[in-house]
């Protein structure tokens, strides 16, 4: 019988990791709180009709474990959750279900049947005031100034508890992770459309002065199939290659052989409160740990704009 896995949420991540296991030939099931006609990112990867999507809401415990003792999946992927800060200071209750109270009903659930299953949880980088990696992760939280953060530091301490408790559980700590299925809400996404398109004279952006670890979605979700195969422990996944945000949209510009300055304004208002100006991972963790299935990204900088901008 084929293998199983169980994603949650049918965002882009999960969609790209579907991808990988159909063609390691897994059985992939998908979890989502309603069931929809189109599924677009897997439309997009064309994958859609060999997906087995599932109506499942992750707060209830009973449906939740006759669909895990059901399905006995090899493990379970925990891709969802309010990924906002600006809609989580809207909706609190909500982003706190979604990214920690969801995961914890899982990890009760593996923990109290004794299940043999592996849970990966997804959780952001922009919760760690320091982040440092010696034989393990050292780290200090930031003070839980919004929703979104608060939710994502019980999540990470949960899967902590339960993995002392003897689940076999991950946390997978994700930066910027780029992809064309990204909403256009998203700036690399809208300075792609804006050169595209000019249906403006200018672009209105934050902060371009900050530096970040942009990563290429594919690339990321290949080693995180590989990280199936390691033990259970908290995991940064990253291109290792920092850049300035002004950087990244002076790539797309040069595409076209333009000044990006003539065509951007810096807007106050885009300001993101308490944004840190350099958020950074430790260099090289996941590539050491998966040097041994030849995993290291290699998609970044200028690679990594032009394989956004001329995709479609």
Not at 25 to 38: A, C, D, H, N, Q
Not at 69 to 83: D, M, N, R, V
Not at 207 to 212: A, K, L, S, W
Request: glycine share 4%.
């Amino acid at each position: 019988m084929k293998k199983k896995i169980l994603i949650l949420g049918s965002g882009v991540l999960g969609a790209y990791l579907s991808q990988i296991f159909l063609k390691k030939s897994y059985e992939v099931y998908v979890g989502t709180r309603y069931l929809r006609k189109i599924y677009k990112n897997y439309r997009y990867l064309k994958i859609e009709n060999k997906i087995k999507f599932i109506k499942l809401n992750f707060l209830d415990k009973d449906k939740v474990e006759n669909v895990i003792k059901a399905l006995k999946p090899e493990a379970i992927y925990y891709f969802t959750g309010q990924s906002s800060i600006y809609k989580s200071l809207k909706n609190p209750k909500s982003t706190l279900d979604s990214n920690y109270n969801g995961a914890k009903v899982f990890l009760n659930i593996i923990y109290k049947n004794k299940l043999n299953i592996k849970f990966f949880k997804a959780n952001s980088g922009y919760i760690f005031k320091t982040l440092e990696f010696e034989k393990t992760l050292k780290y200090k939280f930031l003070e839980p100034h919004n929703p979104y953060v608060d939710a994502q530091i019980r999540a990470f301490k949960a899967v902590k508890r339960f993995r002392m408790l003897g689940v076999r559980c991950y946390s997978l700590i994700f930066f910027n992770i780029e992809s064309p299925l990204k909403g256009k809400s998203f700036l690399l996404n809208k300075v792609k459309n804006f050169i595209k398109r000019k249906k403006s004279k200018f672009l209105k952006v934050g902060d371009i002065e900050v530096v970040r670890d942009f990563s290429w979605a594919p690339e990321i979700m290949k080693g995180v199939f590989h990280s199936l195969n390691l033990k259970p422990q908290d995991i940064i996944f990253a291109s290792g290659k920092n850049f300035y945000l002004r950087e990244m949209i002076k790539f797309f510009f040069d595409l076209k052989k333009l000044n990006f300055r003539e065509f951007i304004k810096i807007d106050k208002s885009l300001f993101r409160k308490n944004e840190k100006k350099k958020v950074i991972p430790p260099k090289f963790q996941s590539h050491k740990l998966l040097k041994k299935f030849k995993w290291q990204p290699k998609i970044h900088g200028k690679k990594l704009v032009k394989k956004l901008y001329y995709s479609k």
